[in-house]
Nanobody, 126 residues
Framework: QVQLVESGGGLVQAGGSLRLSCAAS????????MGWFRQAPGKESEFVAA????????GYADSVKGRFTISRDNARNTVYLQMNSLKPEDTAVYYC???????????????????WGQGTQVTVSS
């Protein structure tokens, strides 16, 4: 069992930045692939970014590419999402997710993750 706790959300003006953190409870965190998803009111969950267990492979949704950066610190059991040039359409609850074995459909699909955090609200004002 892995517990994930997100933090770092808040209210920011358009063009601003936030850094989300996701702390994992398990010492074997370094073997887990991690992902960030978001869900806006009335919309389906949307893939944001993912990172391999060793941090060498990352992937992003087209909507955030060039603005968001996912990273991880395995010594601190933490994954980060640096969000720059925020837009009002980035407003959502952001969730981190983890899996020890990435199975199809793949890192951009919520079905491929086993553990989820409780989410952190990000609100971008225009």
């Amino acid at each position: 069992q892995v517990q994930l706790v997100e933090s770092g959300g808040g209210l920011v003006q358009a063009g601003g930045s936030l850094r989300l953190s996701c702390a994992a409870s398990r010492r074997t965190f370094s073997s887990y692939a991690m992902g960030w998803f978001r869900q806006a009111p009335g919309k389906e969950s949307e893939f944001v970014a993912a990172i391999a267990w060793n941090g060498r492979i990352t992937g992003y949704a087209d909507s955030v590419k060039g603005r968001f950066t996912i990273s991880r610190d395995n010594a601190r059991n933490t994954v980060y999402l640096q969000m720059n040039s925020l837009k009002p359409e980035d407003t959502a609850v952001y969730y981190c997710a983890a899996t020890s074995t990435m199975v199809p459909p793949g890192p951009s699909s919520p079905e491929s993750y086993d553990y989820w955090g409780q989410g952190t609200q990000v609100t971008v004002s225009s």
